[in-house]
Structures are given as C-alpha cells and as structure tokens.
C-alpha cells in the first residue's frame, strides 16, 4: 500500500507533492520503527538506548573496513567498549563484536562470490594489514578458508 502511495505523488507533478512525499516517508518511518521495537528482545528499551544501538550501526556500515574492535566504536560514541557491550547484551543475542565481524564478513563473501579479486586483495580492502589474519579470521567464522569458500560457490553454480 505505502509503495503505491509513493508511486502516486511521484507521478502527480503538483505544488502539494513534496510535502506529501514528506509525510508519506515520516509515516513509513514511523511504522517501521515501531515494528523493529516490537521485534526486538527487549521493548522496552529506552529511546536513547536504542537510538545508541542504531547510530553504532551506521557507524559499523561506514567504516568496517577500516574499524574492527568495539572499543573504536565507542571511542566514536563517547562511550565505554563495557557500556556498549552491556547494551547489546540487552537488547540482542549478539554481542557487538559479533555484529562488527558480520558486516566484515557480508562483505568478504560479497567480494568473493562477485570479483575476481585475490584473498588477499580482499583482506587489504577490508583492513586487514597480513592477509592470512584475514584467512584465519574467515576460516573460525565461516569453516572454510576464503579460498575454499569461493571453490564451493563456483561449483555449486556450474
């Protein structure tokens, strides 16, 4: 429903248009927060605790490939790696380094599976200045070594 909403004021070429836009993104906005906080293991979270998990989110997805310890998205929070991690204890089955080392390897794969780039290109591309800590970090995540990974995929698609 909201989908054909927007399609509509985007066709419509009106003076009301933006403003309507406007208020169609703000109510989307609003639904889709408060389904997160009813998906969420612990509702009742306070607003700022939440908005604090989000910005470190968008913290995570900026700067993974530079940014790998919790400590230095807490430095970038002013805040405490102990008082980020005690809010995520709370608010997810996932610690915040688990979340940081996810986004880390979403990319791997990505690159993996869609370049033709080397292991190790990849491991400088996502920070990593010795590309076998970056082997040894994929192999404990995934249980295969980057190598293997990208083997596997391609014979699967064949």
Do not use: C, W
């Not at 990319?107 to 290109?121: G, H, P, Q, V």
């Amino acid at each position: 429903m909201m989908n054909q909403i927007m399609i509509e004021e985007f066709i419509t070429k009106d003076h009301v248009q933006g403003e309507m836009l406007r208020v169609v993104l703000k109510r989307m906005l609003i639904k889709s927060t408060r389904l997160a906080r009813n998906t969420m293991p612990n509702p009742e979270l306070p607003d700022f605790k939440v908005d604090l998990i989000r910005r470190f989110n968008v913290l995570v997805d900026d700067n993974f490939k530079e940014k790998h310890q919790v400590s230095e998205y807490a430095k970038m929070l002013n805040k405490s790696p102990k008082t980020l991690s005690s809010l995520f204890k709370k608010y997810s089955d996932k610690t915040a380094l688990t979340f940081i080392n996810e986004r880390i390897l979403l990319e791997a794969k990505r690159l993996l599976l869609y370049s033709d780039k080397t292991s190790e290109e990849i491991s400088y591309e996502l920070g990593y200045k010795e590309s076998g800590h970056f082997s040894k970090f994929f192999k404990n995540q995934v249980g295969k070594t980057p190598i293997e990974f990208r083997k596997a995929a391609r014979s699967k698609a064949e």
